[in-house]
Nanobody, 125 residues
């Protein structure tokens, strides 16, 4: 079983930055692909970014390329989402997720087996 705990959300002005963290625990989680998704009120849960623990290859949704960066820290068992140049439309609950499937390009939430509780990100205009 894999456990995921997110933190780092909050309120920020447009153009600002936030860094989300996802602490991962459980057996052999380093074989998983880790992803970030987000869900705005009344909308579906959308893929944001994904990373392999090893090697650290990454994959991004088009709407965050150049603004968001996903990284991982083995020593801290943590996956990060650095979000820069935030826009009001980035406002959502952000979820960390993990999948045993070995493909970075999985963009459907149904492809991920494990989820954190979510952290709220609000960007004011």
């Amino acid at each position: 079983q894999v456990q995921l705990v997110e933190s780092g959300g909050g309120l920020v002005q447009a153009g600002g930055s936030l860094r989300l963290s996802c602490v991962v625990s459980g057996r052999t989680f380093t074989s998983y692909v880790m992803g970030w998704f987000r869900q705005a009120p009344g909308k579906e849960r959308d893929f944001v970014a994904a990373i392999r623990w090893s090697p650290g290859r990454t994959y991004y949704a088009d709407f965050v390329k150049g603004r968001f960066t996903i990284t991982r820290d083995f020593a801290k068992n943590t996956v990060y989402l650095q979000m820069n140049s935030l826009k009001p439309e980035d406002t959502a609950v952000y979820y960390c997720a993990a999948t045993v499937k070995g493909y970075l390009e999985l963009v459907s939430s149904s492809d991920y087996e494990h989820w954190g509780q979510g952290t709220q990100v609000t960007v004011s205009s």
